[in-house]
C-alpha cells in the first residue's frame, strides 16, 4: 500500500501546546479478509525522527502518513498495563481520587529500611563512603512500597504479581517496537507464550488476593486501609461495583504506575542533585528546618516547596514517560484541522518539556526556580508541563507518586550527602519509561555516624 506524507499547517493557540504526530488510515483500505475490523488512526514511534527534521525545518506542523492499524484490541501492552491512563480511551478509569496520606507510614518504613542499609554499608568502608547502584535500588524500593500500600498484609502474594509483572515489561517493550503483523500476537511463537505465562501467573496471584479480602472483609464492611480495600471499598456498590477481572486491571495500573514511573522518577532527580549540589544542600537544610530528623508527615510534606520545585524540574527534563497517546472519541476539530473519530494522537511529551518556545533559552537546564509561582506559571503556557497529563484523563496516581517522592527524598537527604560516579554513562533510553540504560552509580557518605 502506497504511504501519503503530507504536512498540514495547524493553529492550536487556545489548547496545551500539542505537536501532534499522527498516521491516519481510512476506512476504505480494508483488506477483504474474514473477521477483519476496519483499520483505525494510529500514530507510530517510527516517524519521530522525520517529525523532528519537518519539525525543525517548517515549525509546529501536523506530520501524517497512510498506514494499517492493528486490527485486534486491546494491544499487546493490555497484559502488561491494564486499561490504564496512558493509553485510556474513553471513560473506562474505575479508580478514585481518594486521598493516600496514610500511606506514609508505609512508604517511610521501607524507605528507612533501604537507607539503613546503605548506612551499614558506608560505615564499614575505609573511607565511610559507598557507591550504590541506584536505578537498582529504586526499583526494589518502590516495589516494595507499591506490594505494601497496595496489598497490606497479602504483600508476599504482591509481590510475586509484581515480579510477573516486571518480567512482562521487558517483553512487551521488546514487542511494542517491532512491526506489527496483524495476527501475531495469537501465534504461539517464544515471545506469546511466555507472555502468556507471566500473564497467568500474574492473575492468579492478584485472584488470590482478591479473593482473600472477599472472604475475610472486617466487621466494620472494609477491605483494608490499602490501596486494594481502598478501591473495593469504593466501588462496592451500585452500578459502578466491580468484577474481579477490573479489579484485576486496576492492580495491574497501579502496580506500573506506582512502581516503573516513581523508581525512575527519582534516579533522575538523584541523577540532577549529584550535579547541581547547591541544590542538594538548599533541599536538605529545608527537610532539616520543617521536619527535622522525624519522619515526615502529610502537612511537613506540603510544605517542602524547593523539594517540590525539584521533582518537578526533573519530571520536565527527565520525564518517565515521553509521550502519550489519546483516542478521539468523536470527529473533532483542533483548531483548524479535522481529527476524525478514532484517530490516535501521540504527544511527545519529551519535545515539548524542552522546547524553548514555552520554557525559554534555558530549556535544557536545569532550573528549579521556574517553579516557584506553581506548574501554571513555570512556562508561556499553563499546560506545557505534560508529566501527568492534564484534564479529566490526566493520571490518577500523581498525589500517590509526587507523596512517595517527597517521603523518599526527604529520608535520603535527612541522612545522605551522594555525588556521581566516575563510572557513569550518560545514556538515557525509553523502554517503556525513560531510564539510564547503564545504571546510576551514586556514591553516598552518612552524614551522622
Known amino acids: 500500500m502506497h504511504r501519503l506524507k503530507f504536512l498540514l499547517n495547524s493553529s492550536f493557540s487556545q489548547l496545551a501546546p500539542i505537536h501532534l504526530l499522527c498516521t491516519i488510515s481510512p476506512s476504505s483500505v480494508s483488506p477483504s479478509i474474514p473477521g477483519y475490523a476496519p483499520p483505525q488512526a494510529e500514530a507510530f514511534s517510527a516517524t519521530l525522527h522525520l517529525y523532528r527534521r519537518c519539525h525543525t525545518a517548517h515549525g509546529t506542523r501536523l506530520l501524517t502518513t497512510f498506514v494499517r492499524k492493528t486490527f485486534v484490541e486491546p494491544s499487546a501492552l493490555i497484559p502488561l498495563l491494564g ?19 496514610v500511606m506514609i507510614s508505609r512508604m517511610a518504613a521501607c524507605t528507612i529500611s533501604m537507607v539503613d542499609e546503605w548506612k551499614r554499608k558506608a560505615i564499614e568502608a575505609k573511607d565511610k563512603s559507598k557507591t550504590i547502584e541506584m536505578a537498582e535500588e529504586f526499583k526494589e524500593l518502590t516495589a516494595n512500597i507499591i506490594a505494601h500500600t497496595s496489598f497490606g498484609t497479602s504483600f508476599a502474594h504482591g509481590r510475586e504479581a509484581f515480579k510477573a509483572q516486571t518480567e512482562l515489561q521487558m517483553l512487551c517493550a521488546a514487542s511494542s517496537s517491532d512491526i506489527f503483523i496483524p495476527g501475531t500476537q495469537y501465534l504461539p511463537t517464544k515471545s506469546n507464550l511466555e507472555i502468556w505465562k507471566l500473564d497467568r501467573k500474574m492473575k492468579k496471584s492478584l485472584k488470590c488476593i482478591i479473593e482473600s479480602r472477599l472472604n475475610s472483609q472486617s466487621d466494620n464492611f472494609s477491605y483494608g486501609d490499602d490501596l486494594l480495600g481502598i478501591m473495593m471499598d469504593t466501588k462496592n456498590d451500585g452500578p459502578n461495583k466491580l468484577k474481579m477481572n477490573e479489579i484485576m486491571e486496576e492492580c495491574k495500573t497501579f502496580f506500573f504506575a506506582g512502581h516503573e514511573t516513581t523508581s525512575n522518577w527519582l534516579v533522575w532527580t538523584v541523577f540532577l542533585l549529584s550535579l547541581h549540589k547547591d541544590w542538594q544542600d538548599k533541599l536538605r537544610q529545608e527537610i532539616l528546618d520543617i521536619c527535622g530528623m522525624e519522619i515526615p508527615d502529610a502537612d511537613m510534606l506540603s510544605k517542602l516547596k524547593m523539594v517540590n520545585m525539584v521533582l518537578l524540574e526533573a519530571l520536565r527534563l527527565y520525564c518517565p514517560a515521553i509521550e502519550l497517546e489519546r483516542m478521539a472519541s468523536k470527529d473533532m476539530k483542533l483548531g483548524n484541522l479535522m481529527i476524525p473519530k478514532g ?8 519535545m515539548i518539556h524542552r522546547s524553548t518556545k514555552y ?4 530549556a535544557n537546564e536545569f532550573n528549579p526556580m521556574r517553579f516557584i509561582n506553581g506548574v501554571s506559571k513555570a512556562a508561556n503556557h499553563p499546560n506545557a508541563l505534560l508529566a501527568f497529563s492534564v484534564g479529566p484523563r490526566n493520571c490518577i496516581g500523581q498525589n500517590f507518586a509526587m507523596l512517595e517522592a517527597k517521603t523518599v527524598m526527604s529520608l535520603i537527604l535527612q541522612r545522605f550527602s551522594w555525588s556521581l560516579s566516575p563510572e557513569y554513562q550518560h545514556a538515557p533510553v525509553n523502554n517503556l519509561t525513560l531510564q539510564p540504560q547503564h545504571g546510576l552509580p551514586i556514591i553516598i557518605k552518612p552524614l551522622q555516624f
Open 83 to 101: 486499561h490504564h491512563e496512558g493509553t485510556a480511551r474513553g471513560s473506562s478509569t474505575l479508580g478514585s481520587r481518594t486521598t493516600l496520606q
Open 343 to 350: 484517530t490516535c494522537i501521540k504527544i511527545p511529551i519529551a
Open 359 to 362: 520554557w525559554g533559552e534555558d
